[in-house]
């Protein structure tokens, strides 16, 4: 089992920066791939971000690539999403998410990830 707590939602205007965290517990963290979705109102849940267990590599969503950095830090098992040069496409409800199945491929479909944080807000006016 693993459990997700988001935090670092609020609301920003455009061009401004946020930085989510997610803090993990239950399996060892380094253990497995970690990532960021994100659910707008009347659309589908969508991949942001996701960083390997090791930390070693990330994959990124063509409308964040260049504006969001995701990292973590395995001796505090949390993962991090920096937000910059955001824009009003960015409102959302953030997730974080664990995939405790796959060995080295960062998964993109929400379906592969087994554990789910509560989520938190980002609202960017503009």
């Known amino acids: 089992q693993v459990q997700l707590v988001e935090s670092g939602g609020g609301l920003v205007q455009a061009g401004g920066s946020l930085r989510l965290s997610c803090a993990a517990s239950?399996?060892?963290?380094?253990?497995?791939?970690m990532a960021w979705f994100r659910q707008a109102p009347g659309k589908e849940r969508e991949f942001v971000a996701g960083?390997?267990?090791?930390?070693?590599?990330?994959r990124y969503a063509d409308s964040v690539k260049g504006r969001f950095t995701i990292t973590r830090d395995n001796a505090k098992n949390t993962v991090y999403l920096q937000m910059n040069s955001l824009s009003p496409e960015d409102t959302a409800v953030h997730y974080c998410?664990?995939?405790?199945?796959?060995?080295?491929?960062?998964?993109?479909?929400?379906?592969?990830?087994?554990?789910w944080g509560q989520g938190t807000q980002v609202t960017v006016s503009s």
């Open positions: 960083i390997r267990r090791s930390g070693a590599g990330t």
């Open positions: 998410a664990a995939d405790v199945n796959s060995v080295t491929v960062l998964r993109v479909s929400a379906s592969s990830y087994e554990y």
């Open positions: 239950g399996r060892p963290f380094s253990s497995y791939n």
